[in-house]
């Protein structure tokens, strides 16, 4: 990826959810740029609920008010104009080349912080996809999203390898005003001839399968038992 893998450490994503403790309002103000999460029509939430439960049993009850919760192959994180976009980069990654269930990040659940839908989205699935834009730069939200997701990817070593830059075939934003930090790493480029090859190269089975073990191990209802 180009980043150094020096020293590796393994934990969730670096910040918590609550207010801190020394007068600190920087988590504040991430929550105060995007007050409210994006969220997709009724209509597309519930094709996309339907299609990620389609492979469980016939008559399989699942408990009211409890969504299943899937591990994605891939999260595209974008900025808010370029829904449309990401949608259609969703799209083309599931059914040309197979690569599902993936998620967008305005189909997360709408009613949660912001944040925590971040360490949702980036520990819920195997790969990060960044969707460069003209739009992604002039989105500071965006900003914060791309460095969270690169210091995850360091820190954690199943992680390593996992943030993917993409620049779409629409309105993408230029080598030389892409951040340095994604400089480093070989983006996904959409209108290349090797576009394909790459894809194939990058999201693995084997990665994928390896991250869903670890992932459902977090999901171990023991870890999981609410704070009294």
């Known amino acids: 990826m180009g980043i150094g893998k020096s020293k590796m450490h393994t934990f969730p994503l ?44 016939v008559g399989e009850e699942i408990p009211e008010g409890e969504a299943e919760e899937v591990f994605h192959k891939f999260v ?24 599902k269930p993936g998620i967008i990040f ?12 971040l ?17 992604f730069l002039r989105d500071t939200w965006c900003n914060f999203q791309f460095y969270t997701s690169l210091m ?25 005003r892409t951040p340095f930090a994604l400089q480093t790493i070989n ?4 209108e290349s001839r090797g576009f394909s090859t790459q894809v194939e190269r990058i999201f693995q089975e084997s990665v994928y399968k390896t991250q869903q073990a670890i992932w459902e191990e977090t999901r171990n209802p023991i870890q999981r038992q609410p704070i009294a």
């Open 76 to 99: 595209i994180l974008h900025a808010e104009d370029d829904t449309e976009e990401a949608l259609r980069v969703r799209e083309l990654l599931e059914n040309d080349f197979g690569i």
């Open 14 to 57: 670096c910040f918590s959810w609550g207010k801190s403790h020394g007068g600190d309002e920087s988590l504040d103000h991430h929550e105060s740029m995007k007050p409210e999460a994006v969220c997709l029509s009724g209509v597309e939430q519930g094709d996309r609920a339907e299609e990620q439960t389609e492979g469980a049993e």
């Open 187 to 190: 983006a996904l480029e959409e």
């Open 152 to 176: 995850n990817s360091v820190n954690m070593q199943h992680k390593y390898n996992s943030v993917i830059p993409m620049r779409p075939l629409n309105n993408p934003l230029p080598r030389e």
């Open 119 to 135: 360490d949702d989205a980036v520990n819920g699935s195997a790969w990060t996809i960044l969707l460069l834009t003209e739009n």
């Open 106 to 117: 305005a189909e997360m659940p709408c009613g949660k912080q912001h944040l925590q839908n």
